[in-house]
């Protein structure tokens, strides 16, 4: 089956730095890449659809100069948070469709957990 | 989308069937019913989907109403791991390039 990655899966930055986390489509290529976050006992929210090649469309209330996307390739889209605060800790969830073929389901990446201190 | 409604917790004995619900009343006629799953501190983790008919797969059983108003998944055997978080939505097919909306969920709990 197809398989999302995402790196890191864990980490803490001090408040006021940037954290880029790497989200891959290991054996399918994606054109298309969303950005979701999870806060504790909370359901995924979409931050943002990453288009490869263009930029990306960004949910209401997600601050588009504070969370950098880019979709540089066809299996890599990144997320960097920058100038992070601790409110910004959150689980963060990516996913892919395969472009290649019309299927109706979107693969998951594994999260990973976002700690600013 | 159409917007769905499950019970906020179930909970299920280890070896017996669990039956999530979910009500789904003002799907249209090209919405298709998805349920993807999410075992806590990972990614979520797609279980099955279907149109009107009902379906089976290796992970789970989906029936839906003739009316197709709600449906029901069906794990057969539950195991401790599938405790976990159970999210069922409805969309169109062609909108399979746009982003999943997912609710708050069923949360299933199963002991032994």
């Known amino acids: 089956g197809a398989v999302v990655s995402q790196h890191p899966s864990r980490v803490i930055c001090k408040s006021g730095t940037s954290v880029k986390i790497e989200c891959r489509s290991l054996d399918f290529q994606a054109t298309t890449m969303f950005w979701y976050r999870q806060f504790p006992k909370q359901s995924l929210m979409l931050m943002a659809t990453s288009n490869e090649g263009s930029k990306a469309t960004y949910e209401q209330g997600v601050e588009k100069d504070k969370f950098l996307i880019n979709h540089a390739s066809l299996t890599l889209s990144t997320l960097t948070v920058t100038s992070a605060h601790p409110e910004d800790s959150s689980f963060y969830i990516c996913?892919?469709?395969?472009?290649?073929?019309?299927?109706?389901?979107?693969?998951f990446g594994p999260g990973t957990r976002l700690t600013v201190t | 989308d159409a917007k769905t409604t499950q019970p906020p917790s179930m909970d299920c004995a280890e070896g017996r069937a669990a039956n999530l619900p979910c009500n789904h009343s003002t799907i249209s006629g090209n919405e298709y019913v998805y349920w993807y799953r999410q075992i806590h501190s990972q990614g979520p983790q797609y279980i099955i989907h279907?149109?009107?008919n009902n379906e089976t797969n290796e992970m789970a059983s989906l029936i839906i109403t003739e009316d197709r108003k709600s449906s029901t998944l069906i794990l057969p055997h539950a195991t401790l791991r599938d405790t976990a978080v159970y999210y069922c939505i409805v969309r169109v097919a062609s909108q399979a390039g746009t982003a999943l909306i997912f609710g708050k969920g069923t949360t299933l709990s199963v002991s032994s």
């Open positions: 279907g149109l009107k």
């Open positions: 996913s892919a469709r395969d472009a290649t073929g019309y299927s109706y389901e979107q693969y």
